[in-house]
């Protein structure tokens, strides 16, 4: 099974700053991984595919970046629409597995 | 515009049973694997199971393997979990989702529905 872990676990900060999180696969999981956004009391939401490409719906201020088993998720310049638990998963091999979640919170 | 509907989740006994359905709109059913992913309260997620277009292709978890079984009805647009031997860990919110992609089985998922709230305990 790949590991998924996510660092920070939560991540405090202000409206207008960038925020950086990461994810690091056990092994390789080439270009196949997806990051999630959910918000208290609803489903996630596909964010990022391929570990780059932006799902619709979603500004530019998100972007991803990485492959292989080092991988960014990037908020530019956070609104307060994007506190929320961000879940980074990889679909190269079965079992599919997700990462613990990093918390946005405002600082 | 895409829809899932989870519905048959409640309270169970540890040992008992659960079946769970979800119903697609929105889009051509038959051309997408679907998955069930879960997430017990206040907790991260965590894949359950996935089964291709045509039933072919199924994955479970080893969390669930030998104890849920996952299958489809594409006629009625419908997917099931049928979940037996239920333990209090099996407790979650459960989500169906769709796969983006009509060719990769594997994900990602990029319309979920609302989730179904399966509680084990005696």
């Known amino acids: 099974e790949i590991v998924m872990t996510q660092s920070p676990a939560t991540l405090s900060v202000s409206p207008g700053e960038r925020a950086t999180l990461s994810c690091r696969a056990s092994q390789s999981v080439s270009s196949n991984l997806a990051w999630y956004q959910q918000k208290p009391g609803q489903a996630p939401r596909l964010l990022i595919y391929?570990?780059?490409t932006r799902a619709t719906g979603f500004p530019a201020r998100f972007s991803g970046s990485g492959s292989g088993t080092e991988f960014t998720l990037t908020i530019s310049s956070l609104q307060s629409d994007d506190f929320a638990v961000y879940y980074c998963?990889?679909?190269?091999?079965?079992?599919?597995?997700f990462g613990g979640g990093t918390k946005v919170e405002i600082k | 515009e895409v829809q899932l509907v989870e519905s048959g989740g409640g309270l169970a006994q540890p040992g008992r049973s659960l079946r769970l359905s979800c119903v697609a709109s929105g889009f051509i059913f038959n051309d997408y694997a679907i998955h069930w992913v879960r997430q017990a309260p206040g907790k991260g997620l965590e894949w359950v199971s996935s089964i291709s277009w045509n039933s072919g292709d199924i994955g479970y978890a080893d969390s669930v393997k030998g104890r849920f079984t996952i299958s489809r009805d594409n006629a009625k647009q419908s997917l099931y979990l049928q979940m037996n031997s239920l333990r209090a860990e099996d407790t979650a919110f459960y989500y169906c989702a769709k796969a983006l992609s009509m060719i990769l089985v594997r994900g990602p998922f990029d319309y979920w529905g609302q989730g179904t709230l399966v509680t084990v305990s005696s």
């Open positions: 391929g570990a780059y």
């Open positions: 998963q990889q679909y190269n091999n079965w079992p599919l597995t």
